[in-house]
């Protein structure tokens, strides 16, 4: 084979003389030309039918809106870089249609005039002489009429693209439910109705109406509305009076809303007792998953009122806080939990102690030293790294770790807990003496009696390998020595707009520089926005996916309920900003919440492989926090997050790894000792086999017809042009080469051989060469391929090419066998081509 330049040359030259002649262009008389019919004439004014809207203020219409939003949740700024008020186009709800986006050119951006993280903030919003908003014809007159411009002031975050929202800034569309001068119900029975608040109307001129009142259906925009008749320009409808109220003030001050639902709760103004029975009943409603987890809220009521009765009787602060502790610790969810600052002395009293060892249990049950902190009490008792402890205080290790309630509690899933009991296991009150029996590495059993020090290293031990500063940017990357491209993922908690520049700049990077595959490590990655992490996880797609929904309850008939219409969307990036590579994740149960959520994303279509030791933290549902007496926030699960088939996919499970590293003596030594990552380096080897690599094709690919192969020629790579090997030069000798293809998704190719040499010599090489071509271990004939011949560059060269299309998921693979039955002398080359076989072997590995 000569070089691909030179083939691809030749394949040109191909097409240039096998192109036929296209028809000559069309004279400019040939060209076909319109011209109208009818001059257009104005329509005749209308007289209404509808009664004028009673005004008040009557100023002309409002110029300039100003007003406040006033926030209480407490996460409404978490991650927020870019937040803006606009002047949001209400066609979607008009038409109930909650794939709506508002269009950008009727999208006016307003101004936040005071500090954004400090509540309430204001701002100002000047409004255009004429907006550029969707008309809606809504006077139910039956008559199509021009209709008018309904917008509502609303706030939102920006965090795609340009200023202006798109379509995932937008969650896929609809119009907003909060934060907006609108008020939208959450309730099932009317779910996402606007049913107060005020709206912004633009009339292009005094013929159109609008709804008076919501009717009898108590419903906006529907037939029974009565209607009043508007004037040209801006006017404010206040839909909390009844009939509306009409205002035409040029500075009218309008607040954004924050929904009830939503907004803080707060039960610090009462007793300890009346507090825990309003949290109880909070649960009892509220709390995502109490069947799943057989929780019994009255027995958990009759045993832990009694103590918040105390502690209010005693006046007790410090009574009530562990009494509130333990019951948040009694339900097994990891994202239960407290503030527990007010409880510092209490923990440091039992954990500010310590021996000066971690310890690591392995697979085999064992659990051993994995962290020895120098002149610590347990390195001057003779304990070395690696030393199996076998009893703690003459219990065995086993049940000593077992008895342990983590500072840290409560968890979703066992295997999250054993490793918090285990690294608690080794941790006591200050001057303790604690006998420890154990055995170092290749020696004897031996107890020794330590006394416990203040120190901490052993305890910020992390079983991981996770070394963090605290200064890491959300997203960090790099390509490898081995050219994969690797990414750390710290949250989705942070800045959300830098983390979504950062992802994309990695994206084009990788993409740009053809690294074929990425390792994405999400091992330290506590969570944060559920929501960012599905739209970065898109990136990885080529067609929306529906991730999953999630169930909440329903105040208006005691049930959870799941709204088909809130369904998590992956909505797709733009084409150059998806990353088609092979995928791997490291995973841990560091990795909870949102970072669980991009791990099962993951999975969808067998995106990515999941390596790890243990799976996630299995946290899967959205959290509500409220307060409590004495300040104390308090955090639980209100959403049940679910799959796209409705199936609870996360919480109390995680995401397992499909590629488990052992927790064995080597591999905790080779990390705690020689600083070696085990489960990187397993990635590295797992991210060089391409999706699709071992699995059996369901049958090969289509081979061409004479017609799309020729068809195909100039658009269609070779084989060899997206190998990870360079292309191979002359094989002077008889040899075997192997192209590794690996493809995301089946994509026409091109599968050629050829053999060029002098003209006086061409014709006696072809005698003495022997073609052979297997698709999938089946012998292909020659006549399936298109032959070309002809000269370039003084030699003549023969080239069989066809198409495949249509791969089917697996690995495929080609050979192609060039035999020289005795030497060859092409002409060309000062050297000669000794006989026997050129063997080019291609595995093509289509992932999905």
């Excluded at 076909?32 to 002309?60: C, H, R, W, Y």
């Excluded at 004429?130 to 139910?140: F, I, M, Q």
């Excluded at 905790?668 to 071992?694: C, K, M, S, Y």
């Amino acid at each position: 084979m000569k070089t691909n330049t030179l083939l691809r040359a030749t394949f040109l030259f191909f097409l240039i003389i096998s192109i036929p002649a296209c028809g000559k262009p069309p004279t400019i008389t040939e060209i076909p030309t319109t011209k109208p019919t009818a001059m257009l004439t104005p329509l005749p004014t209308q007289v209404s039918q509808f009664p004028p809207a009673e005004i008040i203020n009557d100023e002309g219409g409002p110029v300039i809106v100003t007003g406040e939003v006033e926030y209480t949740n407490p996460f409404f700024t978490v991650g927020v870089a870019e937040p803006i008020v606009i002047l949001e186009d209400q066609a979607g709800f008009v038409d109930r249609d909650r794939n709506f986006i508002f269009p950008v050119e009727s999208q006016v951006l307003g101004q936040i005039t005071s500090d954004f993280y400090t509540s309430p903030f204001t701002y100002s919003l000047t409004l255009p002489m004429v907006p550029k908003g969707t008309l809606r014809d809504v006077d139910n007159d039956g008559e199509k009429d021009t209709g008018l411009m309904i917008f509502a002031i609303a706030y939102w975050t920006n965090i795609w693209g340009d200023a202006y929202l798109e379509k995932r800034d937008q969650y896929g569309g609809g119009w907003s439910s909060a934060y907006a001068s609108t008020r939208v119900s959450d309730d099932r029975d009317n779910y996402l109705e606007v049913y107060g608040g005020k709206y912004m109307i633009y009339a292009p001129d005094e013929e159109q109406g609008f709804p008076s009142s919501f009717g009898e259906d108590a419903l906006l925009f529907t037939e029974d509305d009565p209607t009043v008749q508007l004037p040209q320009g801006w006017t404010i409808v206040d839909l909390n009076t009844e009939p509306f109220t009409f205002d035409r003030s040029q500075e009218p001050k309008i607040d954004l809303l924050e929904p009830e639902s939503i907004a803080l709760v707060d039960f610090s103004e009462m007793s300890y007792e009346e507090a825990f029975d309003a949290m109880l009943e909070k649960f009892r409603n509220e709390y995502a998953f109490t069947e799943q987890k057989g929780i019994d809220w009255d027995e958990l009521g009759d045993q832990f009122r009694p103590r918040f009765a105390q502690a209010e009787r005693d006046r007790n602060p410090e009574m009530y806080y562990l009494a509130l502790r333990d019951f948040l610790w009694s339900i097994p969810d990891g994202h239960v939990g407290m503030d527990l600052s007010v409880l510092i002395p209490q923990y440091q009293a039992e954990v500010v102690g310590g021996l000066g060892i971690a310890l690591q249990e392995l697979d085999d049950g064992r659990a051993i030293v994995a962290f020895l902190l120098d002149e610590s009490p347990a390195a001057e008792s003779g304990i070395e790294l690696g030393a199996e402890i076998l009893q703690i205080d003459g219990v065995p290790i086993s049940e000593a770790i077992t008895t342990i309630v983590p500072w840290t509690s409560p968890f979703s899933t066992e295997h999250t807990k054993r490793l918090e009991q285990v690294r608690f296991v080794t941790r006591f009150p200050l001057g303790t003496d604690v006998e420890v029996t154990y055995r170092n590495p290749e020696a004897s059993t031996t107890t020794e009696t330590i006394t416990v020090t203040r120190e901490f290293d052993s305890f910020s031990f992390s079983p991981f390998l996770i070394e963090e500063t605290g200064y890491e940017l959300p997203v960090e990357f790099s390509i490898l020595d081995s050219g994969y491209g690797y990414v750390k993922v710290t949250d989705f908690f942070d800045n959300e707009l830098l983390t979504i520049q950062l992802w994309e700049r990695m994206i084009q990077d990788f993409n740009e520089n053809n690294v074929p595959g990425l390792i994405i490590d999400l091992r330290s990655n506590t969570g944060g926005s559920g929501y960012l992490a599905d739209q970065m996880a898109a990136y990885f797609f080529d067609e929306e996916l529906v991730a999953g929904n999630s169930a909440f309850y329903d105040d208006s008939t005691g049930e959870f309920y799941i709204d088909p219409g809130d369904e998590d969307i992956l909505f797709l990036p733009r084409e150059e900003l998806r990353y088609h590579g092979t995928l791997v994740a490291l995973v841990s149960p560091r990795c909870s919440s949102a970072c669980e959520f991009f791990a099962y994303n993951l999975t969808i279509q067998d995106r990515a492989t999941m390596i790890g030791q243990y799976p996630t933290s299995g946290l899967g549902g959205s959290i509500e926090e409220f307060i409590m007496p004495e300040g104390i926030s308090v955090r639980f699960t209100i959403g049940r997050a679910v799959d796209a088939d409705g199936n609870i996919h996360i919480e109390g499970k995680g995401v397992e790894p499909n590629v488990r590293v052992p927790v064995t003596e080597e591999n905790v030594l080779a990390v705690h000792r020689d600083g070696r990552d085990v489960v990187l380096d397993t990635a590295i080897e797992v991210v060089r086999q391409p999706r699709g690599a071992g699995i059996n094709p369901e049958g090969p690919p289509k081979i061409g017809t004479i017609a799309e192969t020729q068809a195909a020629l100039q658009t269609t790579p070779l084989l060899e042009d997206l190998a990870l090997e360079p292309f191979s030069e002359d094989l002077f000798e008889p040899a075997t080469v192997i192209y590794n293809i690996p493809l995301d998704r089946s994509r026409d190719l091109l599968w050629a051989t050829w053999w060029c040499a002098s003209p006086d010599r061409f014709d006696q090489n072809w005698e003495n060469i022997i073609l052979v071509m297997t698709l999938d271990g089946v012998n292909v004939p020659l006549d399936r391929f298109v032959e070309l011949e002809g000269s370039i560059e003084d030699m003549m060269c023969r080239y069989y090419v066809t198409s495949l299309t249509d791969w089917p998921l697996g690995e495929h693979v080609l050979t192609t066998e060039i035999t020289f039955t005795s030497q060859l002398d092409d002409g060309v080359q000062d050297q000669l081509y000794e006989p026997g076989a050129r063997i080019y072997e291609y595995h093509v590995y289509i992932g999905r």
